[in-house]
């Protein structure tokens, strides 16, 4: 997984909103063009926090309970907070891991703590206060005005801590996340001119993480609604078989971060999240997994509920969207395909074999796909778009890139079936 910012993919939707729908002269947006629905990465959702009297926070910083009782505050991402006052990263990272409650059988916040989602459906949602990351956000003013003028898409933020629960288990989260965004499909769909009589399709788009999320949001979602409601998903950097770098993520043992504000790196807060459980590499792409995780110091108690129960027959059951699907994909660049971990133990950075991929996703994983579509006849089409020396990130910055994925949004509107 990686750590995607929202401008690279708001800098898409600019570019085929500003090319696609502002004919030449003046004219009216052409009433061909199918409303939108964006599904971002892995941590690009923005969430608030606010500390109840339960809230106790870790021994020897007192100072972490500083917000409590004082209302809602910025969690993630926070850029400003953490550069003025740096004790606070210890405090975020605290703030932001979760729980597994084996008594529930669901994940919850560290006690005393309540989080939400930040500006459900709108550009805020994903933004950000650090100031390299907002270089570029929507483009210059010219394109920014004309997009305002047309029917820009939606976005989907969501917490990107939890991940989805084999059916019968509990989700909460996951379940309320999915519900909101069956709803603002639909709110898309009306407001972009459907209606009781006719519906507007709606086009969905994820990047990376946010492909598993829309495969499990579509998996769990009647045949009959998908068939009604979304016209096509393009799915971009998402490979069915796992990511193998994740895997330094889970390994790592540090009691600190690796780079100074790294939040998402302290040991207690990135193994407690259900998210980097449900991409690790596939037991029929890379292998077991389970080993891994006990090599690795992984709570003994926890990876046979959390893993072997919860994440690992989502992965094994994972099924074909049954909706028109195009997947695009970096290729012909150095990627993992296996860590090996000497002596130094898990904690040091391991000898990366590489394989081919986008950097971050192993072609192995991607080739996974065609067993998934192969399984399912009723998936009818999907086809495997392949961007060479494109990276992982790059899909979403790259001009060519960008090109091939506005040709593709294109044809995506104007099909006919």
């Not at 059916?167 to 309320?176: D, L, N």
């Not at 507007?200 to 492909?211: C, E, N, P, T």
Request: glycine fraction near 10%.
């Amino acid at each position: 997984m990686r750590r995607l910012i929202f401008p690279l993919l708001a800098r898409l939707f600019v570019f085929f909103l500003a090319t696609g729908s502002s004919p030449a002269h003046g004219e009216a947006a052409s009433p061909v063009l199918h409303p939108v629905v964006l599904v971002p990465g892995y941590t690009c959702s923005n969430l608030d926090a606010r500390l109840t009297n339960e809230y106790r926070p870790p021994p020897g910083m007192p100072w972490c309970d500083a917000s409590k009782g004082k209302g809602w505050f910025r969690l993630w991402k926070n850029y400003t907070a953490l550069q003025a006052d740096p004790r606070l990263v210890p405090c975020y990272a605290d703030q932001l891991r979760l729980v597994y409650d084996h008594a529930a059988g669901d994940y919850r916040n560290a006690p005393g703590v309540q989080t939400r989602v930040v500006a459900f459906g709108t550009t805020r949602g994903f933004g950000s206060d650090d100031p390299e990351q907002l270089h570029g956000e929507t483009g210059d003013d010219t394109r920014r005005s004309r997009v305002q003028r047309q029917r820009e898409p939606v976005r989907h933020p969501y917490d990107f801590r939890y991940a989805a629960a084999p059916p019968g288990q509990p989700s909460r989260v996951f379940t309320s996340d999915v519900s909101r965004l069956r709803r603002l499909v639909e709110h898309a769909s009306s407001k972009n001119g459907g209606n009781a009589v006719t519906v507007k399709l709606v086009i969905l788009v994820s990047h990376a993480f946010g492909g598993h999320y829309v495969l499990q949001f579509l998996h769990r979602s009647p045949p009959p609604w998908r068939r009604r409601m979304v016209k096509h998903y393009l799915m971009l950097t998402t490979g069915v078989g796992g990511d193998v770098s994740v895997l330094r993520v889970i390994a790592s043992n540090d009691a600190g971060p690796s780079a100074p504000g790294d939040v998402l790196s302290y040991a207690n807060t990135s193994r407690s999240f259900a998210s980097p459980l449900a991409v690790l590499p596939s037991p029929r792409v890379f292998g077991r997994a389970p080993v891994f995780l006990a090599a690795v110091g992984f709570p003994a108690g926890d990876v046979a509920p959390r893993y072997m129960g919860r994440a690992l027959p989502v992965t094994l059951g994972l099924r074909a969207p049954l909706v028109p699907t195009t997947s695009v994909v970096g290729v012909g660049l150095p990627t993992p395909a296996r860590l090996t971990y000497g002596d130094g133990g898990f904690g040091k950075m391991p000898r990366v074999v590489n394989g081919d991929g986008d950097g971050a996703i192993n072609w192995e994983a991607v080739l996974a796909w065609r067993t998934v579509m192969e399984k399912d006849p009723d998936q009818g089409y999907f086809k495997s778009v392949l961007l060479p020396n494109v990276t992982h990130n790059g899909i979403l910055s790259d001009d060519l890139a960008l090109k091939r994925l506005v040709e593709i949004l294109a044809a995506a509107n104007q099909a006919t079936s």
